[in-house]
């Protein structure tokens, strides 16, 4: 499912989810300890290009035109926030963000090899899932705590933790024997922890006594392994540095509100 068309559906729901009966019945209470569980989406974007990378198997060697890129994703959260004031809290949070990628490939110079060929075609448009999580803690602002609707804003510093290579590139090709891999890109983790960051804004709406909608946009600036250039024969570890991609999600969530302080009602 596009990312367009998941926003589309996550806000519908949230929409035909909200009781009418809720936005009449503000509860003048303020919440201090609450849980949340989310979904949404994560906007992909580019991450790396690599030209002319090299593939010898017979002079003049084969050049092709590499990329890869960050593929859009579903997006699924787990946290809870204390606030031992009426605006100001903590929060933290398991967010997981996916960080799967599709790759493309592209002949620059073909000395007919059909091997060659025939690997190029097999990572064109070929796809690659990953269970990546965010993990992290900053603290939350809130306003209009006691209101029925509360806007807020966030930020947080923490931890990726990747379980797909963002270096690794292998096609394939049939020979009489059966399928063989060709490794373009090697790498020697498996698994990669990074820094990454997020911040981000929304509102709450109460539903109920100790329930709430919430409604959330984040910026989620996470770490990510670059390829930086071609190799000069394949199957080497490619030259990459880490960087800094800009993921946008789109949220909906559920609040339990564990803890409340009593208000006075008009």
Not at 13 to 32: C, E, F, I, N
Not at 154 to 178: C, E, H, K, V, Y
Not at 226 to 244: A, D, E, N, S
């Amino acid at each position: 499912m596009h990312a367009r068309t998941l926003v589309a559906v996550t806000l519908l729901m949230g929409a035909v989810a909200l009781p009418a009966p809720a936005w009449s019945q503000a509860t003048k209470d303020q919440a201090r300890l609450v849980f949340t569980i989310s979904g949404g989406a994560v906007v992909g974007q580019k991450l790396w290009s690599s030209a002319p990378q090299p593939v010898h198997f017979i002079d003049p060697a084969d050049t092709l035109a590499l990329a890869r890129r960050i593929r859009s994703n579903i997006a699924v959260g787990f946290g809870g926030a204390y606030f031992p004031g009426e605006h100001l809290g903590l929060a933290v949070e398991g967010f997981l963000i996916g960080l799967g990628f599709e790759d493309q490939c592209r002949q620059v110079f073909s000395s007919g090899s059909g091997e060659v060929a025939e690997a190029c075609q097999s990572i064109q448009g070929a796809t690659k899932s990953a269970t990546s999580v965010f993990l992290s803690a900053g603290p939350i602002l809130r306003f209009n705590s006691r209101k029925l609707v509360s806007p807020y804003a966030r930020g947080n510093i923490g931890l990726t933790f990747s379980n797909q290579s963002s270096l690794r590139t292998t096609g394939r090709f049939l020979d009489p024997a059966g399928p063989v891999d060709l490794l373009i890109y090697s790498d020697d983790h498996d698994t990669r922890i990074a820094p990454s960051f997020a911040v981000g804004g929304g509102f709450t709406a109460a539903v109920g006594r100790g329930y709430s909608l919430r409604w959330e946009v984040r910026d989620n600036i996470v770490g990510v392994q670059r390829v930086t250039g071609p190799t000069p024969v394949t199957g080497l570890i490619p030259p990459h540095k880490l960087v800094y991609k800009h993921l946008f999600s789109i949220t909906i969530g559920f609040d339990v509100v564990l803890e409340r302080r009593r208000g006075r009602r008009y």
